[in-house]
C-alpha cells in the first residue's frame, strides 16, 4: 500500500514558539493532502486541504494564519503552528490520496503529537 | 450536513468472539466510505474501502457492509484477538474533494 510519513511523531515547544510538521508520501505524487487534529478520544476533524502549487483551502473555524500549510512539492506537504499556544496541543495527522490509483483510498500518516507548554 | 455517528462508543469482549461495529450517516450520497484502525498515539491504518456501489468487502477476519439507502455500515470482526484491540474509525467520502468526515470511533478492548 502507499505510504504517507510524519515527522516528528512528537514535538514539545513553549508557549510563542513556532513548530512545522511534515508529510510526505513515499512512493507517489500527491497533489492534494489533508490536515487533520484529533483531540484525546474524540474523532478526526478536518482542519485544511492542502493543494500543491496553490492555496491551502481552510475549513470554518480554522485560523489560516495560526496553521500555516505549504505544499510546494508534489510529495510535500507542512503544517506550520505558529505562536503556539497549550491550547494548540493536540494530534494532528496528514493524509493524501493516489491520483495514479483513481484517489479512491486515503492513506495517512503516524500522526504529531504536539505539546505546548 | 453529513454526519457520521459509531455506535457502541466502547466495546469490550473475550477472546475468541464474534462481533460487529455500527456506523451511521445521515446523508446517502456518498462516493465512498473507508474504515480505519487507530492504535492508541498512532495514526490511522485503512481497514477496508467500500465504494458507493458495492455492497460490503472482506480481509481476512474482516468484513465490512454497506447500506447506502438506509445509511449504514458494519465492520464485522471474526474470532476476535487480543491484538485487534483499538479504535475502530468508519469515515465517509461525499465526493470528489477526497474529504472525509469521520465518525467518533469505537474502542474496542479484546479480553484474553
Not at chain 1, 489533508?34 to 481552510?58: D, V
Amino acid at each position: 500500500g502507499a505510504v504517507v510519513s510524519q515527522h516528528p511523531s512528537r514535538v514539545i515547544c513553549k508557549s510563542g514558539t513556532s513548530v512545522k510538521i511534515e508529510c510526505r508520501s513515499l512512493d507517489f505524487q500527491a497533489t492534494t493532502m489533508f490536515w487533520y487534529r484529533q483531540f484525546p478520544k474524540k474523532s478526526l476533524m478536518l482542519m485544511a486541504t492542502s493543494n500543491e502549487g496553490s492555496k491551502a483551502t481552510y475549513e470554518q473555524g480554522v485560523e489560516k494564519d495560526k496553521f500555516l500549510i505549504n505544499h510546494a512539492s508534489l510529495t510535500l506537504s507542512t503544517l506550520t503552528v505558529t505562536s503556539a499556544h497549550p491550547e494548540d496541543s493536540s494530534f494532528y495527522i496528514c493524509s493524501a490520496s493516489r491520483p495514479d490509483r483513481g484517489n479512491t483510498e486515503a492513506f495517512f500518516g503516524q500522526g504529531t503529537r504536539l505539546t505546548v507548554v | 450536513k453529513q454526519e457520521v455517528t459509531q455506535i457502541p462508543a466502547a466495546l469490550s469482549v473475550p477472546e475468541g468472539e464474534n462481533l460487529v461495529l455500527n456506523c451511521s450517516f445521515t446523508d446517502s450520497a456518498i462516493y465512498n466510505l473507508q474504515w480505519f484502525r487507530q492504535d492508541p498515539g498512532k495514526g490511522l491504518t485503512s481497514l477496508l474501502l467500500i465504494q458507493s456501489s458495492q455492497r460490503e468487502q472482506t480481509s481476512g477476519r474482516l468484513n465490512a457492509s454497506l447500506d447506502k439507502s438506509s445509511g449504514r455500515s458494519t465492520l464485522y470482526i471474526a474470532a476476535s484477538q487480543p491484538g485487534d484491540s483499538a479504535t475502530y474509525l468508519c469515515a465517509v467520502r461525499m465526493d470528489s474533494s477526497y474529504k472525509l468526515i469521520f465518525g467518533s470511533g469505537t474502542r474496542l478492548l479484546v479480553r484474553p
